[in-house]
T-cell receptor
C-alpha cells in the first residue's frame, strides 16, 4: 500500500471549515483513499473514502486531485467534538483476495478552538 | 448492533505474568483484526481472521503473543510472560466481507489498555 504524508497538527476555529491535507504521490490505480479519525481514548472511526471522484457524506467531504496524488478532507463546520487525530490511509479496494487491513501513519491532530 | 466490544478495558499486570484480552465483534462480521497502539503513534496491525482462520500475522506478533477465534465469533489475544514494552492499547476491529453495502470499513472497539509494571 502507498505511503501517505500528513501535517502533524492543525488548528481550526469552531464553526469554520477544517481542511486536512494528505499527500499520496505513489498511489496506484487500484488504491482508494480512506479517512479515519480517533478521538482521545477511543478506537478509530471511519469517516469517508474515495477512488478518484469527490465524495460527500453526513460527516465530511473528500476532494481528490485529478492526478490522485493528494487529497483534502473537509469538515464543513468544525465543532469542539471534532478534535481528534485524523488518519489518511491508502489501500487497495475491498475484495475477497485482499487482507483489507489498514496501515496507519501518525495522522494529523486537529485541535478545534472555541 | 452494539458495536465491537473489548474486555477488560484496563489491565495492570506485573512483568512476567500472562494476560488475555477478549473481543466480541459486530455480529455476522466475518473479519476480525487486532492492532496495538502506543502513545503518540497510529495503530499497528498485528493479525487478522476471516471466520475462524488466522490469515495473516505481523512480524510484531512475537512468539509470546497468540490470537484465536475458535468459532468465528469472539476472539482472544493472549500475551505470555509480559514485558514492559508490551504496555499499549490493544484494539480490535471487525468488518464484513461481501454484501451489497460493503465499503470495507473497519469498525473498532474502544480498546484494552495494558500496563506492565
Amino acid at each position: 500500500d502507498a505511503k501517505t504524508t500528513q501535517p502533524p497538527s492543525m488548528d481550526c476555529a469552531e464553526g469554520r471549515a477544517a481542511n486536512l491535507p494528505c499527500n499520496h504521490s505513489t498511489i496506484s490505480g487500484n488504491e482508494y483513499v480512506y479517512w479515519y479519525r480517533q478521538i482521545h481514548s477511543q478506537g478509530p472511526q471511519y469517516i469517508i473514502h474515495g477512488l478518484k471522484n469527490n465524495e460527500t457524506n453526513e460527516m465530511a467531504s473528500l476532494i481528490i486531485t485529478e492526478d490522485r496524488k493528494s487529497s483534502t478532507l473537509i469538515l464543513p463546520h468544525a465543532t469542539l467534538r471534532d478534535t481528534a487525530v485524523y488518519y489518511c490511509i491508502v489501500r487497495v479496494g475491498h475484495y475477497g483476495g485482499a487482507t483489507n487491513k489498514l496501515i496507519f501513519g501518525t495522522g494529523t491532530l486537529l485541535a478545534v478552538q472555541p | 448492533d452494539t458495536g465491537v466490544s473489548q474486555n477488560p478495558r484496563h489491565k495492570i499486570t506485573k512483568r512476567g505474568q500472562n494476560v488475555t484480552f477478549r473481543c466480541d465483534p459486530i455480529s455476522e462480521h466475518n473479519r476480525l483484526y487486532w492492532y496495538r497502539q502506543t502513545l503518540g503513534q497510529g495503530p499497528e496491525f498485528l493479525t487478522y481472521f476471516q471466520n475462524e482462520a488466522q490469515l495473516e500475522k505481523s512480524r510484531l506478533l512475537s512468539d509470546r503473543f497468540s490470537a484465536e477465534r475458535p468459532k468465528g465469533s469472539f476472539s482472544t489475544l493472549e500475551i505470555q510472560r509480559t514485558e514492559q514494552g508490551d504496555s499499549a492499547m490493544y484494539l480490535c476491529a471487525s468488518s464484513l466481507l461481501g454484501g451489497q453495502v460493503n465499503t470495507g470499513e473497519l469498525f473498532f472497539g474502544e480498546g484494552s489498555r495494558l500496563t506492565v509494571l
